[in-house]
């Protein structure tokens, strides 16, 4: 038997309950039998299947970091964006659970338009989760969740040029029925509640449902009113049901049920302003910014949201053949989402903007998987099919007051005063005239539609050359088409439209002096495109094909150490630009060389992997607020990058209760090829990442005998420092002020003391997140900045703390 399937067969005889690259405890069988006292803990092997094929995590030649469902207790975490820190590489912007954004080995999408795809890849159980709304979902059963860090074009397929994430739920098992529940609570009004049961209905079928509750009053309450501006609010639903149909097939079929419904991530503005009804002198002095976390957040947001809707159904087949297997996976996915937020960061009506962005979605997913193996080989090949329908709206709200300063603060009114709308109300109040043109809502709307096919067959291929020696051939081929509409319609204010006819019929224009069609413009959506197609429909299609191989070598210089060394393309495939009518852009290529070393020592219970790396990235594209125009717009830039870099992890069982792990990771990234639409040549220059980020906990337990175990989980991350640009600078992601010190280094750091019952059926936690309440600004909000005097900061939680209590029979 070569050194590969010995591991393999281990694997896959071992019961898991890890933590996160680190501490692991073999679980309990069915009926919690507990294991006997006088067995040396050693170091559990953990089981991944990121090569689509069961294997021991130290015999895959990726770069994997594995989150267990430990770690997501030990840190309470609810979602993806709840555990970036402690994944070193990988970051997940959450503030907005309907608008999230991945970022892994400092490669993202920088976008948020259905034209374009995101480049880290989101698998439940092996489906594609897609893009946007429809990502970000609570986590309900997770059993681990396997981060692959770089280009997964092979395995994964389309839309993983920076690595894929994929979550692994927990199935039905016959064997016992079981219950679970969990209740937390802590500070601002913190309220979770799950459960789980599994109900075995037969020898060879099983039930389990999964239901989840969650509400906050949030962290941010409104300076004036003590309204809360961020709670939480949804709820979410989990049914799976497991059968064997003989003895070679088995079939799961699972359901997933999310609805999210809250106020939309609130904005603290940072410009002091005068007493109303003044404005702040512009250009804005970004050396006066206010520090978000001393000041007050005021909202006067209309129609404030943030919710969602969503519904998953899967079915996957397996069949056992004298050959190997045959795997079919069928998914259907379906959401809806609003996020509509205010952008002024004020609570002065001629201050206000707002954005607001509506989605629909509707995805099928079919692929067909054929597996097998011999002495020599062990092989996948299948092919699949992928079907969606996504339609968004992309919308800027303000009121004509809000206008009117925009049109005072540029010059543009033929009035004395500067304002157009309010000047014309003062001399319809002289004239005792009752009719206002001021106060009335202003929307302009961008409506974008998108209906893909994607078709793929791929392959994949390890060959046992020898005892120690494997080498792996893989590709995957993938055809995408798109179909793609835009519609820009003129702004619409049926309030101000009324006014205006009524001045109309009494001919108050002629007296006025000025015209009616000075009246009607646009301010949001005005760049060249969408002046010449206001109101037009415009739609186009286009496909693109590609290939993405993989070339890996491992070899076992012992039992305990392999070396491996991999070349593997990404990509994710071209598309349109939401906001600019007409525009597409090809597929974007990440080409990625890795060696690394994987190696244990069992004496010491240690594990130790480190991996070197190297990628290019070709046609990157990202969108960015272009401020060198009087009206600020958002822009695609294309640019090509090139990082180098180092990801090391250990894991280390020091004694049979205590134990330590440690990841981090070493990043060098720079643009290629890249000058900004607003002229800057960044060509050379960092793209805005820290060099370190890095994480590690430990692990204490205290045998109690009958009375149970307290188990003590310290874990702290860190993220480095910003590298500054002139690029980076713009786009306010470091620098500008130093109030607010944009782009610092960020530490965490949780904890979590937790009783025990015997046999664990009982359970009792204190925790606390973010100990040292550090709070970091997310990100700037400038869409106002040149032309209403406005900029709003966003701010990442402050600690919180909480008690949970835990049933299971």
């Not at 913190?190 to 449902?209: H, I, T, W």
């Not at 594990?607 to 960015?624: K, P, T």
């Not at 090509?640 to 004694?655: H, N, S």
């Not at 049979?656 to 643009?671: E, P, R």
Request: proline share 4%; hydrophobic share 35%.
């Amino acid at each position: 038997m070569s050194l590969r399937k010995h591991r393999l067969v281990i694997a896959t005889n071992t019961v898991l309950s890890a933590v996160c690259g680190g501490v692991l405890a073999v679980a309990a069988p069915a009926a919690f039998a507990q294991e006997p006292a006088a067995a040396p803990k050693e170091l559990d092997k953990i089981t991944v299947t990121a090569q689509s094929r069961e294997q021991e995590l130290q015999d895959v030649p990726i770069a994997l970091q594995v989150v267990t469902n430990q770690l997501i207790d030990d840190v309470a975490a609810q979602d993806l964006g709840d555990l970036d820190s402690f994944v070193p590489g990988l970051v997940v912007d959450s503030l907005q659970p309907t608008q999230p954004g991945f970022e892994l080995r400092g490669i993202s999408t920088d976008d948020f338009g259905i034209g374009t795809d995101p480049a880290v890849g989101v698998y439940v159980d092996g489906v594609y989760a897609g893009r946007g709304g429809g990502v970000l979902l609570p986590f309900t059963d997770v059993e681990r969740i396997e981060v692959l860090k770089g280009p997964q074009g092979t395995l994964f397929g389309r839309n993983t040029a920076a690595g894929a994430i994929s979550i692994i739920t927990r199935k039905p098992d016959t064997r016992a029925t079981e219950v679970k529940a969990k209740l937390r609570v802590g500070n601002y009004g913190k309220q979770y509640v799950d459960g789980m049961l599994n109900l075995p209905v037969s020898e060879d079928s099983a039930f389990r449902f999964n239901a989840l509750v969650n509400h906050a009053d949030g962290w941010i309450q409104d300076a004036e009113t003590g309204r809360d501006l961020n709670p939480e609010n949804n709820w979410a639903t989990r049914a799976a049901f497991k059968t064997r149909f003989g003895e070679r097939t088995s079939a799961l079929i699972s359901w997933d049920h999310e609805s999210l419904d809250q106020l939309g991530q609130a904005t603290t503005g940072i410009v002091a302003l005068p007493p109303a009804p003044g404005l702040a002198p512009l250009p804005v002095d970004e050396r006066a910014y206010l520090d978000p976390r001393k000041i007050g957040t005021v909202s006067d947001a209309e129609g404030n949201e943030e919710s969602r809707r969503f519904d998953g159904v899967t079915l996957i087949v397996d069949h056992g053949t004298d050959w190997g297997g045959f795997t079919s996976t069928t998914s259907w996915r379906d959401y809806d989402s609003v996020n509509r937020v205010e952008e002024d960061g004020t609570n002065r009506r001629y201050l206000y903007v707002d954005s607001t962005n509506t989605e629909s979605n509707r995805s099928f997913y079919q692929e067909f998987k054929f597996n097998g193996s011999t002495d020599k080989l062990d092989w996948v090949a299948g092919a699949s099919y992928f079907d969606e329908s996504a339609r968004q709206t992309s919308e800027v709200n303000a009121t004509t007051d809000s206008v009117d300063t925009i049109v005072h603060n540029l010059g543009m009114a033929p009035t004395q005063s500067g304002y157009l709308f309010g000047e014309v109300d003062a001399g319809l109040a002289q004239l005792g005239i009752p009719i206002r043109l001021l106060g009335h809502n202003w929307n302009e709307t961008f409506r974008n539609t998108l209906d893909t096919r994607a078709y793929a067959v791929f392959g994949d291929v390890i060959w046992h050359v020898s005892d120690k020696l494997n080498l792996t051939v893989g590709l995957r081929y993938t055809r995408d088409e798109k179909k793609f509409s835009w519609l820009n319609n003129p702004r619409s204010s049926p309030g101000l439209d009324a006014a205006l006819d009524q001045l109309d019929a009494l001919g108050a224009f002629q007296v006025i002096g000025i015209p009616r069609d000075f009246f009607v413009f646009d301010v949001a959506f005005i760049d060249p495109p969408a002046m010449l197609n206001k109101g037009v429909l415009r739609r186009t299609s286009n496909s693109w094909s590609d290939l993405s191989p993989r070339f890996v070598v491992d070899y076992h210089i012992s039992d305990e150490t392999m070396v491996f060394a991999s070349l593997a393309k990404g990509y994710k495939a071209g598309g349109f630009n939401s906001l600019q009518i007409g525009s597409s852009f090809e597929n974007e290529d990440v080409w990625n060389f890795e060696t690394g070393i994987k190696t244990a020592f069992p004496q010491q219970r240690m594990q130790l992997n480190a991996s070197l790396f190297y990628y290019v990235y070709d046609n990157r594209q990202a969108v960015r607020l272009d401020s060198s125009t009087d009206i600020p717009r958002f822009v695609v830039d294309t640019s090509d990058l090139e990082a180098y870099g180092l990801d090391f992890d250990m894991r280390w069982q020091a004694t049979d209760n205590f134990g330590l792990d440690f990841n981090a990771s070493f990043i060098d990234s720079t643009y290629k090829n890249y000058v900004t639409s607003d002229g800057i040549d960044a060509s050379g220059d960092p793209t805005g990442l820290p060099y370190w980020s890095a994480a590690g906990g430990l692990h204490y337990r205290i045998p109690m005998e009958a009375n149970g175990d307290i188990n003590i989980a310290l874990r702290h991350s860190y993220r480095g420092k910003v590298r500054c640009s002139e690029e980076s600078r713009a786009q306010n992601r470091c620098g500008v002020s130093p109030a607010l010190d944009l782009g610092e280094a960020q530490n965490r750091t949780d904890l979590r003391i937790a009783w025990t019952s015997p046999q664990d059926r009982w359970g009792l936690a204190i925790y606390g997140n973010n100990l040292f309440d550090n709070q970091y600004v997310n990100s700037l909000g400038t869409y106002g900045k040149n032309v209403l005097g406005t900029v709003g900061a966003r701010l990442t939680e402050p600690r919180t703390y909480g008690m949970e209590f835990s049933a299971r029979y």
